[in-house]
């Protein structure tokens, strides 16, 4: 595998045309080691705060949720990190606007032997937008090639959008492992990886040691508008204010630097996600419902309130019922009892934290347990 070596100063004129060509640049010192100390700890906080609520230790809900987003809404911090660090100006330049907004912050942690891989995907493919941006990627460790590193296709913004991936659909091993563009970008403390929202990238488990935790900002062109077809389901849709067709604002998305009509650049339109009938990502929570729904024989329309997997003996009668129609073997009515409880807990975590369990666990295990089946005879009894 090619392994980038080039890495740049955050102010370096040159960083400019090596991002243009080649979608991506590594830069040193975006964030200093003060800063990097203050990931770590609002990072230990968030996680403190999101377990204690859900009654999880902190250890297991990182590696159940390892995913935690809109950090500068619910910790000093982060909120410091956004608007007392130069990541707004770097974003700024590299996209050559007069001004940016964040879309959102994230990170995203790979506890040593406890992760999995995030596959293939661009980036603006999920965001609601009519342009394109960046994003800014700092970890607050060395990340080594088997330590959950991002890997990249070089230059593959070039490729321009494509259909929307399904982390749930696809088998997260295949895909572009043989094109020779594939790139690993190892990194050292202090350093950030900005990519292009149209690079195709991935990351895989950290096999090694440390925590690799990955800090997110999210860029976009202050020009940008909100095009809901694009991305309905990004969870940031609920908090845009504005019409669809109109620039993007409001105080979820704040503005730095100005708004230039000069600067209304190219428009990005990505194709609809395709499905497949199976698992689907993008609607997986709804699925799930509607399997139950089915299952128990309660009207398509019965408001989810009355089927909440908060109800411990509702949870009993789904796998009471999976036994009864053969979808599962008896012997895995616990197993199927603990993934309900999980799908519950998930949604309580999303809900109170805005963690997620990022590479889908518990929906696949749902699916492979008795989703599977069970869509299967709704669909022949629905034709
Ligand atoms: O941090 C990672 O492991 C992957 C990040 C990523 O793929 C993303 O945020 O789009």
């Not at 070596?5 to 830069?27: C, I, K, P, Q, S």
């Not at 660090?85 to 406890?114: C, M, N, W, Y």
């Not at 321009?160 to 492992?177: H, I, K």
């Amino acid at each position: 595998m090619n392994v980038n070596a080039t890495r740049f100063a955050a102010n370096d004129a040159a960083a400019v045309d090596f991002f243009r060509d080649h979608g991506y640049v590594v830069l040193r010192d975006v964030l200093n080691e003060a800063e990097l100390d203050r990931v770590d700890l609002a990072w230990d906080t968030v996680v403190a705060e999101g377990a204690a609520a859900s009654a999880i230790d902190p250890d297991t809900f990182v590696q159940r949720y390892p995913q935690n987003r809109d950090l500068w809404r619910k910790n000093a911090d982060f909120r410091k990190l956004l608007f007392e660090t130069r990541q707004a100006e770097v974003a700024q330049q590299l996209l050559g606007t007069s001004g940016v907004r964040l879309f959102h912050d994230h990170a995203i942690a790979k506890p040593a032997h406890a992760s999995s891989t995030i596959p293939w995907h661009q980036d603006s493919a999920s965001w609601p937008l009519d342009r394109t941006g960046l994003s800014i990627w700092t970890a607050t460790t060395d990340v080594g090639i088997d330590g959950g590193c991002l890997e990249l296709l070089d230059a593959s913004h070039l490729d321009g959008p494509s259909t929307p991936q399904d982390f749930l659909a696809e088998d997260p091993t295949q895909g572009r492992d043989d094109d020779p563009r594939l790139i690993a970008v190892p990194v050292q403390r202090g350093e950030s990886v900005l990519i292009s929202g149209l690079m195709w990238h991935r990351s895989r488990p950290n096999v090694v040691s440390g925590r690799r935790l990955a800090y997110l900002t999210l860029w976009v062109p202050a020009t940008v508008r909100f095009r809901p077809e694009h991305a309905s389901w990004h969870p940031t849709t609920n908090h845009i204010p504005v019409a669809a067709g109109e620039r993007l604002d409001g105080e979820w998305f704040p503005l730095f630097g100005r708004i230039a009509d000069a600067d209304d650049g190219e428009v990005v339109a990505f194709p609809a996600p395709v499905q497949t009938g199976g698992p689907s990502m993008f609607t997986a929570s709804k699925d799930i419902r509607r399997h139950i729904t089915w299952l128990l024989g309660y009207a398509p329309d019965t408001p989810a309130a009355e089927l909440s997997l908060a109800d411990a003996s509702l949870r009993v009668r789904v796998a009471d019922e999976c036994v009864q129609r053969q979808y599962i073997d008896p012997q895995d009515h616990g197993a199927l009892l603990q993934v309900l409880e999980d799908l519950q807990t998930n949604d309580d975590v999303r809900r109170r934290s805005v963690a997620r369990d990022v590479y889908l666990q518990v929906p696949r295990r749902w699916w492979s347990l008795a989703g599977t089946r069970i869509a299967e005879d709704m669909d022949c009894a629905l034709v």
